[in-house]
């Protein structure tokens, strides 16, 4: 299910949230409404939790994470450290870190599994990715950009890369993240598919502009209509009746 939200008329969805299999985040301020189109999917399956990076608001782009953690900036405050860690499961890490290219979100695209960075990301933090998200790290472009962060979303079932990418580059990602990949675009048009949605296994959310072309695209690659969380559990359910029997 693709859903279509505003922050404070701003449709660039994937500056203000950042979205996993195991958490979400939302900036402080905003309109409530913001807040509660998450909360409205995602509550029965995930927390959906307020938050704010080094007093900014564009924590999905100073941040990165999957279902095994998040990786924050060093500038994050204390504060704001605990209350993020008070609010996530258990299970999930949290670490900061200390990187010259800051906007972490803008740098590093990943799923569960893989991660995709700047080529001239830190070894350290490289290190600390790996550690902390789970993942296996290539240094990679999109479409010649180095803001690969920026330039695509990923899930575990598939991406959507700036429409600008090649054939030969899309075959080349599809191989190294093991997932199907699609060239497109969100708001209307707007190849900057990191900042203006975010995706997980089972939901996305796209800014107000987003066309229902792009919609049904989005839909399709991330395989969100057969995929709401009560559907996989029933798949489960069914599998373990097999099983048992």
Not at 55 to 65: A, P
Not at 100 to 107: D, I
Not at 151 to 178: I, M
Request: glycine share 6%; with cysteine.
């Amino acid at each position: 299910m693709a859903v279509r939200v505003q922050f404070e008329n701003n449709n660039e969805v994937g500056v203000f949230s950042k979205l996993t299999n195991s958490y979400c985040l939302v900036a402080i301020g905003g309109s409530e409404n913001f807040y509660s189109v998450f909360e409205a999917e995602l509550a029965e399956t995930i927390p959906v939790i307020h938050a704010s990076l080094a007093g900014c608001r564009i924590i999905g782009r100073m941040s990165v994470g999957n279902r095994h953690g998040l990786i924050v900036p060093n500038a994050t405050t204390d504060t704001e450290l605990q209350h993020i860690r008070n609010s996530l499961p258990d299970s999930v890490k949290l670490q900061r870190v200390e990187e010259r290219l800051s906007a972490l979100g803008n740098v590093i695209a990943c799923n569960d599994y893989v991660a995709l960075v700047h080529p001239d990301l830190d070894r350290e933090t490289e290190e600390i990715l790996a550690d902390t998200l789970n993942v296996e790290v290539f240094r990679q472009t999109v479409s010649s950009n180095v803001l690969v962060g920026s330039y695509c979303a990923l899930t575990n079932q598939g991406g959507l890369v700036h429409p600008h990418t090649s054939p030969q580059d899309q075959d080349e990602l599809s191989s190294l993240l093991q997932i199907p990949l699609v060239a497109g675009t969100v708001n209307r048009g707007s190849e900057v598919i990191g900042a203006g949605m975010v995706v997980n296994d089972w939901a996305a959310f796209c800014g107000f502009d987003t066309t229902s072309t792009e919609i049904s695209v989005i839909e399709s690659v991330f395989k969100l209509n057969e995929a709401q969380p009560s559907a996989i559990t029933t798949s489960m359910r069914a599998s373990l009746i097999d099983s048992i029997a």
